[in-house]
């Protein structure tokens, strides 16, 4: 008598909420891989082993599963600054050490997402971008800052502007250093910390350029 074939063991579902997290996770991937531009909804589905009406179903589109990835992302890293920021108490320059460190950490740890969101976003895309992360960031130092000028008696305007400059510098730096990994993002967020900190120690109460066009 032939033997019997066992009956095979079927693959258990996913909840609604399984499969939302598995589509985000696969179009995280897809979009620090490729751009938004060059991911298609068809490409996730595939990935995700399901037919493209789920992504729809669950995102409304490519862009709508773009902006859940981006809010995560944004999320995750603005969080880690602001608790980087948030000890009154320290030392300004250990403040600004923290946020190095943060900063960095989060690109070392979160390299897809640090990609997606240097990249560049749909442009309905208006929320959630890093620009407007980095506008959020540079609000908390611009506060750092002018404390620190008040305490010496400098003029608080400008510290909007020493914020930009100083946000730009480590958000550029951080782009240049997820490519290379060298040196060590302890010796990075040093060396940020120290052309910053021992320019704004010295700073001019009105500065003027040296050399004028002639």
Known sequence: MAMQEAPRARTPRMTGRERREQLVTIGRTLFAEKGYDATSVEEIASRAGVSKPIVYEHFGGKEGLYAVVVDREVSTLLASLESSLRDQRAHPRVLMERAAMAFLSYIDEHEDGFRILVRDSPVSQTGGTFSSLLTDVARRVEEI????????????????????????????????????????????AAGMVNLSWFGLSAIERRPQLRARAS
């Open 145 to 188: 800052l002018a404390a620190q000028l008040r305490q010496h008696r400098y003029p608080t305007t400008d510290a909007p502007m020493y914020a930009q400059m100083l946000v730009g510098m480590v958000s550029y730096t951080g782009q240049w250093w997820l490519e290379t990994r060298q040196p060590s993002k302890e010796e990075v």
